[in-house]
Each structure stands twice: as structure tokens, then as C-alpha cells.
């Protein structure tokens, strides 16, 4: 049996940051729906209504493309420990890329990242809190360093080639938020 609340509790702010791993779920009107997982220490509550991660360049961009359809969007953490709790955030988010005025602003709350490609904001209108009963035990050993290695390893000019051959469009064709720079 599932409860369902209105705001995030101190509980499970606390459960919240205690997690390593998130998931990150979208859809646009037509196509894929995605669902992304998530770690690092890129997820911050603002508030019992307002969660911000930050999200780093990478092979796909479909979150961005869709909230420009639909701004719906998920985001469930699974406790993998002793504690059996399975939490999702359900609401309304939005985009904020560095060109935003907002955004240097709302970057100071985060770790300084290699290619941080854009921030998103949930705006959650219901928290529901289930069982995880068949969730599986397993123990945390660390973040992976690949991915700020490689995008360290490209550079900001190699960082910037990357996200436009790779960030503009996803894998349905639809186009993203990022903008396209004409040589």
C-alpha cells in the first residue's frame, strides 16, 4: 500500500540524502519515455516542494527535449539498504541552461562538475512514499569517476564539440533546449 503526501517531510529529505542513485523518468507526447538513473551528489532539496539536480553531459538529452512538450516529470529513489522504502517526487519541472539568468545563481548549491550542461527544477505537487519489499539488498562502494575523467580529458572546447554533436536532438529526433552554435 502505497501513502502519498503533499510536501516532503524532514524524514524524507533525509532518506533523499542518504541515496546515491536516483531516477529520473520523462515523456514526450509521442516516442520514448525516458527514465535515466542518476548519481553523484547532484540532487539538492530547496525546499519540502522544490527539488534541483544538476545534469552533466552525456550520451542522451531527452529530459530537455521533453518538458518543451510536457513538463511532467518523475523522480524515484530506492532504498537498497536495510530500510525498505521506495520514494517518488510527482510534478512539474523546467530547464535551466547556463545562458538562463537563473542559473548562476542556482549553480552555487552544487558541486563544481565537468560539463554541467543544465539544471532541472521539480516543482513536486505529491510525494509517494511505497514499500520496496522486492527491492534487492546491495551495498554502495563509490561514485564512478569515468565520466568526469573523460569530459576533463576533452577539455571545454572538446566539452562544447561533444554536447553539440551529441545534445541537440534525441534518439526520436526531437530537438533540445541546448543551442546550436554556428561556426
Same mark, same amino acid.
Given at each position: ?5 503533499k510536501?516532503?517531510?524532514k524524514?524524507?529529505?533525509d ?13 514526450p ?16 532539496i ?15 538529452n ?6 518543451l ?17 521506495? =520514494?517518488?517526487? %510527482?510534478? *512539474?519541472? #523546467? /530547464?535551466?541552461?547556463?545562458q ?8 552555487? @548549491? ?18 509517494q ?7 534487492? =539488498?546491495?551495498? %554502495?562502494? *563509490?561514485? #564512478? /569517476? ?12 572538446? @566539452? ?21 552554435i554556428?561556426?
Amino acid at each position: 500500500m502505497a501513502d502519498f503526501f503533499k510536501e516532503l517531510s524532514k524524514k524524507y529529505m533525509d532518506f533523499i540524502e542518504e541515496q546515491p542513485i536516483f531516477f529520473v523518468a520523462t515523456a514526450p507526447k509521442s516516442g520514448r519515455i525516458n527514465l535515466s538513473p542518476k548519481g553523484l551528489d547532484c540532487l539538492k532539496i530547496l525546499n519540502p516542494n522544490k527539488v534541483a539536480y544538476v545534469n552533466l553531459a552525456g550520451s542522451g538529452n531527452e529530459t530537455s527535449a521533453h518538458l518543451l512538450e510536457d513538463n511532467r516529470m518523475t523522480i524515484m529513489f530506492c532504498s537498497f539498504t536495510r530500510t525498505t522504502t521506495v =520514494l517518488r517526487l %510527482y510534478g *512539474s519541472a #523546467r /530547464e535551466i541552461i547556463p545562458q538562463d539568468p537563473e542559473f548562476e545563481e542556482l549553480i552555487k @548549491v552544487f558541486p563544481d562538475f565537468v560539463a554541467i550542461r543544465q539544471i532541472y527544477i521539480l516543482d513536486v505537487d505529491t510525494v509517494q512514499k511505497s514499500c520496496g519489499y522486492s527491492v534487492p =539488498l546491495m551495498e %554502495y562502494q *563509490s561514485d #564512478r /569517476e569515468t565520466l568526469e575523467k573523460y569530459m576533463s580529458g576533452l577539455g571545454e572546447d572538446g @566539452v562544447e564539440e561533444y554536447q553539440q554533436k551529441n545534445n541537440l536532438t534525441t534518439i526520436d529526433g526531437l530537438r533540445t533546449r541546448l543551442i546550436q552554435i554556428k561556426d
